[in-house]
């Protein structure tokens, strides 16, 4: 499975959008990130063009820029068309309020994700924190099949970014927090130990697995503070947006300091 570093922007006439631009850039590593847009009116296709180019010269990296004029109603069906064609994977804002037609804020977002298969979440307090150690991915499993699904992935971006990987685990507080593990129960930490010795990261394993404990969505993202990319897989949601910004990964977009990798697991 390859890491698709061709990275598509979805974007429109807000500043909400465009705050996964820089972002982007970063994690593509000088490949191309394409600036997405679309109208349903071409004389309004042709003036987004015209103000997406112009920001386009003022960024410092390989962009490209593509508005289409679209029949369809539905913008996530265009951003997914859109990346599949490209054969990029989408790195969107995603805010918890916000124009763009409650565009990029949870529902659109998982609907996307949902469509595409994969994307790339830049949450409102990525920046903020002044970034944390790059080419590192800290990938988030929970002893499932299911959260295994992202391994591929997970791997495929280190190897694009000669990153390491990092592995958390949280368990659910059952005990007073905070706390130590139990030393009779060491099943977690040897579980992350083993998958990153099967995914290749060899000596001093101990000091890339990480289990907590708490609440998931706090603890990842303060954890990832010394990383640079959050990796996780998480099921297909519906409902309502509140409802959706209750996920653990849709929270853990809204409060980690850098871009989450979400991967859309199958049953």
């Not at 990296?61 to 679209?70: I, P």
């Not at 190897?159 to 977690?188: E, K, W």
């Amino acid at each position: 499975m390859t890491a698709s570093p061709f990275l598509i922007v979805p974007v429109a006439l807000d500043g909400t959008s465009e705050r996964a631009i820089q972002p982007a850039l970063e994690l593509a590593r000088g490949r191309e990130v394409r600036l997405f847009s679309w109208s349903y009116d071409e004389g309004e296709a042709a003036a987004s063009k015209r103000y997406f180019v112009e920001l386009a010269t003022g960024l410092d990296g390989h962009v490209s820029v593509e508005v289409a004029h679209t029949d369809d109603p539905n913008p996530v069906g265009v951003i997914a068309r859109a990346a599949k064609e490209a054969g990029a994977t989408i790195c969107m804002a995603s805010d918890r309020a916000g124009r763009f037609g409650q565009s990029l804020a949870g529902s659109t977002g998982l609907a996307v994700l949902e469509a595409a298969g994969r994307a790339i979440f830049v949450g409102p307090h990525v920046g903020a924190s002044g970034g944390g150690e790059h080419r590192s991915v800290l990938v988030c499993v929970d002893g499932s099949r299911t959260s295994e699904q992202v391994l591929p992935v997970a791997q495929a971006w280190a190897q694009d970014q000669r990153a390491g990987l990092r592995f958390v685990r949280v368990v659910s507080p059952g005990t007073p927090y905070p706390i130590d593990p139990p030393v009779d129960d060491d099943r977690p930490w040897t579980y992350l130990c083993g998958l990153a010795l099967t995914a290749g990261e060899t000596g001093g394993v101990g000091g890339r697995v990480a289990v907590l404990f708490g609440d998931a969505a706090e603890e990842i993202a303060n954890h990832a503070r010394n990383v640079s990319l959050v990796a996780m897989a998480t099921r297909a949601h519906h409902g309502l947006d509140l409802a959706l910004r209750r996920s653990t990964a849709m929270r853990v977009v809204h409060r980690a300091p850098c871009p989450v990798l979400l991967v859309r697991a199958e049953p």
